[in-house]
């Protein structure tokens, strides 16, 4: 990770769950882990318009945070899986959670945005 200019807020829980899983992907990739193993290849087709530079730094940083973890199979070509920990699973009910708030602001959204 790199080196934080401002150190990290360790008494604040809301704080420390915003440096773990906010971001804009990194909470999408949790959820779509929560089935099982993924590659990297795999997980960008979910999220056509994100960058992949972007994508393999929050799969780093999931990492690196515990989330996930990284598998590298030794064979020709060489690939690598993701798969969730049990630390990441212990956020999924979270994740599920806002989702569901999401879909319920849904309405809201549409009529703000003037989409139908």
């Known amino acids: 990770m790199y080196e934080r200019k401002i150190p990290l807020d ?3 829980g809301i704080k ?10 990194k909470s999408c990739i949790i959820f779509d882990l929560r089935d099982g193993a993924k590659r990297p ?16 730094l ?18 020709l070509p060489p690939h690598s899986e993701y798969t969730l920990t ?6 999924l009910p979270v994740l599920d959670e806002l989702n569901n708030w999401g879909n319920s602001i849904k309405p809201h959204m549409k009529k703000l945005y003037g989409e139908k």
Do not use: H
């Open 10 to 12: 360790l008494t604040c």
């Open 16 to 25: 420390l769950a915003m440096e773990v899983i906010g971001g804009k992907w």
């Open 41 to 56: 290849s795999e997980l960008m087709k979910f999220y056509p318009d994100a960058n992949a530079r972007v994508i393999n």
């Open 58 to 75: 929050q799969l780093k940083e999931l990492t690196e945070y515990g989330l996930i973890e990284k598998k590298i199979f030794a064979e």
């Open 86 to 91: 049990d630390l990441g699973r212990s956020v």
